[in-house]
């Protein structure tokens, strides 16, 4: 049957009945939502079904009131919830076990633990390391706690010192998810050397939504994944797509993991979208594919 042209990629007409299709399909309809906690983000909430996972984020601009805000309005509305807790913008061990006490009243178990991009902490905890520790103090009801991982490193931190914190993380943590990478062999080659340094923890990938490249390349950049983003320029014609403000496709990214999103080694629980808020959008790409496993 003849190849069609479909988001930038060639694939076979038949590609939708393949396993490959079916997993990635499966992958993107099960994705937990990111959602920055702006001032219009509850009723952009509401532009994703009542069964899709959500993750709200935690940073110095709104700090730890708003996200658990936010936590509480989309709990009341129906939806399953991952609140971020950012180390840096815990003030002491009294707030930690007020937040999580809070959203363990709310019926949240999930919890992700990440450092925070704040320069100075405000408080007692200088890393995630050191707030997974504190957790360990008190019954906080959590069943699964994910943590960040950097598959093309971090700007301020050295590759070695990242693979020594995430050993340290996944003593206490469930899952991680890994930030934003355009790369997939990148991707699968630091999955393999983070495996033989001894990290188990199942990872959820993360991952662009479908939104304007102009706009992802300006994010990309301001979060330290230039580097990955200049692979995507070479290897997809994103200078082209930038010019003619072209939407980015995700599941490019998935078909070129291939057999690799099965493989156990590689250990992929699922997906992690950043959708910069752009939940309309993601959520009708997603039912592109949901239909596709029902």
């Given at each position: 049957m003849k190849a069609t042209r479909r988001d930038d990629m060639t694939i076979d007409a038949n590609d939708a009945a393949s396993p490959l299709q079916r997993r990635v399909s499966e992958l993107i309809a099960a994705a937990a939502?990111?959602?920055?906690?702006?001032?219009?983000?509850?009723?952009?909430?509401?532009?994703?079904?009542?069964?899709?996972?959500?993750?709200?984020?935690?940073s110095p601009r709104f700090g730890l009131e708003r996200t658990a805000a936010h936590v509480e309005s989309a709990v009341g509305k129906g939806y399953r919830v991952v609140p971020h807790l950012a180390a840096r913008m815990v003030a002491d061990e009294g707030e930690l076990r007020a937040f999580v006490t809070r959203m363990r009243d709310l019926g949240v178990d999930d919890l992700y633990v990440i450092g925070g991009d704040a320069d100075e902490p405000?408080?007692?905890?200088?890393?995630a390391v050191e707030l997974l520790d504190a957790l360990q103090g008190f019954d906080h009801g959590m069943r699964r706690i994910g943590v960040g991982c950097y598959p093309e490193g971090?700007?301020?931190?050295?590759?070695?010192?990242?693979i020594e914190a995430l050993l340290a993380k996944q003593v206490h943590a469930s899952y991680m998810v890994s930030q934003l990478c355009f790369d997939s062999e990148a991707l699968v080659r630091w999955v393999l050397e983070t495996r033989s340094a001894g990290v188990t923890l199942p990872l959820r990938i993360g991952m662009a939504a479908p939104i304007r490249t102009t706009r992802l390349a300006e994010l990309s950049l301001r979060?330290?994944?230039?580097?990955?983003?200049?692979?995507?320029?070479?290897?997809?014609?994103?200078?082209g797509n930038l010019l003619l403000g072209r939407t980015y496709a995700p599941e490019v990214l998935l078909r070129e993991l291939g057999e690799q999103l099965s493989n156990p080694e590689l250990g992929v629980e699922g997906l992690h979208i950043f959708t910069f808020n752009q939940v309309d959008v993601t959520v009708a790409w997603q039912n592109r594919f949901a239909r596709e496993v029902c």
């Amino acid at each position: 049957m003849k190849a069609t042209r479909r988001d930038d990629m060639t694939i076979d007409a038949n590609d939708a009945a393949s396993p490959l299709q079916r997993r990635v399909s499966e992958l993107i309809a099960a994705a937990a939502l990111e959602i920055i906690p702006l001032t219009r983000a509850e009723g952009k909430v509401l532009d994703a079904p009542r069964h899709t996972p959500l993750t709200i984020t935690c940073s110095p601009r709104f700090g730890l009131e708003r996200t658990a805000a936010h936590v509480e309005s989309a709990v009341g509305k129906g939806y399953r919830v991952v609140p971020h807790l950012a180390a840096r913008m815990v003030a002491d061990e009294g707030e930690l076990r007020a937040f999580v006490t809070r959203m363990r009243d709310l019926g949240v178990d999930d919890l992700y633990v990440i450092g925070g991009d704040a320069d100075e902490p405000v408080g007692t905890f200088g890393s995630a390391v050191e707030l997974l520790d504190a957790l360990q103090g008190f019954d906080h009801g959590m069943r699964r706690i994910g943590v960040g991982c950097y598959p093309e490193g971090h700007p301020k931190i050295a590759d070695e010192t990242l693979i020594e914190a995430l050993l340290a993380k996944q003593v206490h943590a469930s899952y991680m998810v890994s930030q934003l990478c355009f790369d997939s062999e990148a991707l699968v080659r630091w999955v393999l050397e983070t495996r033989s340094a001894g990290v188990t923890l199942p990872l959820r990938i993360g991952m662009a939504a479908p939104i304007r490249t102009t706009r992802l390349a300006e994010l990309s950049l301001r979060i330290g994944v230039g580097q990955s983003l200049r692979f995507l320029a070479k290897q997809h014609g994103m200078v082209g797509n930038l010019l003619l403000g072209r939407t980015y496709a995700p599941e490019v990214l998935l078909r070129e993991l291939g057999e690799q999103l099965s493989n156990p080694e590689l250990g992929v629980e699922g997906l992690h979208i950043f959708t910069f808020n752009q939940v309309d959008v993601t959520v009708a790409w997603q039912n592109r594919f949901a239909r596709e496993v029902c």
